[in-house]
């Protein structure tokens, strides 16, 4: 009797319970209009209710690799085949998403090669997890019509043309930060870096590598530099407001051009190699006669020029100002003269500073050639190229990356662009370098290399695009190794 009576008293408050339930309530207290059906309003009501209880099920019972509303809002924005493509990992947490697949060797086997100004040393294969000296990761946000995120795991399994085996080789004698590195013209192991102690180091990434030529000279940070199109000279820029030429094979200093103001990026003319171009701090371009030193022409813009490049005939500059905004200047190719044709300007209040402009001559999804640029607050755009109409560049896609404090920069992907999507890298203050995918409308964010403790500053491919090279802020220069693909 006493069992009856202490059921029948928890039964009687589990329905007080429900009598008194509140979603129920509210769902009764929907107002009806006076010309209403009374038994479409009865349904819907229950209607009501039963979607406020199944959304409290469904919050309970859910299944994913973690705890908190992100996991949960992953969960409820899955694939219907979810369940199939969903390969069991371990827990992680928001910041480290499984989108990295680095074999934690290298890839072929053989050992790393560590590059230190007192010993050339061979270590046994070091797992990119490693470098990462007490790095918590945090949360990295992207969006693509803000809706892109990094944090989102990845929907379906990482195809082979944007993985990668693990590091190839590291330099880490510099102590200061890397802001550029570039590999030679058309070279698959010459690469060089500069960083912001006015140092310029030339290396090869083949076997064994190895440094060539330290360049000094500079006593600012290094902005910019330009291999000629042989790769015996290089070009550089600084905040010392000088441009150095320099040529590899000896090391040496052959051309000193100081300014008034600083020198902020550079290139060589890709048809005409007499002639280089120079922004500076002073709102300019300037072109160079190589042989002479002497200045050819120059053209003034709204504000200091901080990154450009040349279109392949030659004929256009394409170059980013410190409000953001990208102009198209016409250049004749034998006498070096300027005209400001195209102006494009910044879709976003907030200025901010073009990091990167990069041209390619054929893009799938645009038919035709196109422009990157990327600024510092995390804007990614990708406009088509008419060269018909003096290069007039039109929007195609864009990218919202995270604000950041460095001047981050970004690239092309062009082979494997051509097998599939619009791809880009780009290095991030999470000490992560990312791959993007600009075709997805969501989860644009398809692989990510780990392996930096700092901030991702410079990425580079080389010419056979095996090689992805990557820098950043306390002076390690990491070079990856893309898997094979048949």
Avoid at 68 to 83: D, K, L, Q
Avoid at 181 to 206: H, R
Wanted: proline letters at 4%; hydrophobic letters at 30%.
């Amino acid at each position: 009797m006493a069992d009856e009576t202490i059921e029948k008293g928890s039964s009687s408050e589990e329905d007080k319970n429900k009598a008194v339930d509140p979603t129920f309530f509210s769902c009764l207290l929907q107002p009806s209009t006076a010309d209403s059906d009374p038994q479409y309003i009865g349904i819907r009501r229950l209607l009501l209710y039963r979607k406020a209880e199944s959304g409290v099920h469904c919050r309970k019972d859910w299944r994913c690799n973690g705890k908190g509303y992100v996991a949960y809002r992953n969960y409820i924005r899955r694939p219907r085949n979810w369940e199939s493509l969903h390969a069991p990992s371990h827990s992680s947490t928001p910041g480290q998403r499984g989108n990295l697949l680095v074999d934690a060797s290298v890839g072929d086997g053989s050992n790393l090669q560590l590059h230190s100004p007192f010993c050339l040393r061979w270590t046994a294969g070091i797992p990119a997890g490693d470098l990462r000296s007490g790095y918590q990761a945090s949360s990295h946000r992207t969006s693509f019509s803000s809706n892109a995120s990094d944090n989102d795991p990845p929907r379906r399994k990482v195809e082979p043309a944007y993985s990668f085996v693990g590091m190839h080789c590291i330099f880490d004698q510099c102590k200061a930060s890397v802001t550029v590195l570039k590999f030679g013209n058309k070279s698959s192991d010459l690469l060089a870096y500069g960083a912001a102690d006015g140092t310029l180091t030339v290396c090869t990434v083949s076997q064994p590598p190895s440094i060539i030529k330290e360049l000094r000279g500079h006593s600012k940070d290094v902005t910019d530099f330009d291999f000629s199109s042989n790769n015996q000279y290089i070009a550089s820029s600084s905040m010392d407001k000088s441009i150095r030429v320099w040529e590899i094979s000896k090391g040496l200093c052959i051309r000193v051009i100081y300014g008034i103001s600083s020198q902020l990026s550079i290139r060589f003319h890709p048809v005409n190699n007499n002639f280089f171009s120079a922004g500076n701090a002073n709102r300019e371009i300037t072109v160079f006669n190589f042989s002479t030193g002497r200045i050819i022409n120059k053209t003034v813009f709204d504000d200091e020029i901080t990154a450009m490049d040349h279109d392949h005939t030659g004929q256009l500059i394409f170059c980013g100002d410190a409000q953001g905004h990208i102009y198209t200047v016409n250049m004749n190719s034998h006498t070096g003269s300027l005209s400001r044709s195209h102006r494009n300007r910044s879709s976003n209040n907030r200025k901010s500073p073009v990091t990167t402009v990069q041209y390619r001559s054929f893009s799938l999804l645009a038919r035709g050639p196109v422009l990157l640029t990327c600024t510092q607050d995390g804007n990614l755009s990708f406009f088509g190229v008419a060269l018909e109409i003096q290069g007039y560049l039109t929007p195609r896609c864009s990218l919202k990356l995270t604000p950041r404090v460095h001047s981050i920069r970004a690239s092309f992907c062009p082979l494997l662009s051509l097998e599939k999507g619009e791809y880009i890298v780009a290095g991030s203050e999470d000490s992560n370098v990312y791959f993007y995918d600009l075709t997805r409308p969501r989860h644009t964010c398809v692989n990510k290399l780990q392996g930096h403790g700092s901030p991702v500053i410079g990425v580079a491919w080389n010419h056979g695009e095996n090689l992805l090279a990557s820098s950043d802020s306390d002076g390690t220069v990491i070079v990856w190794k893309r898997a094979k693909t048949s």
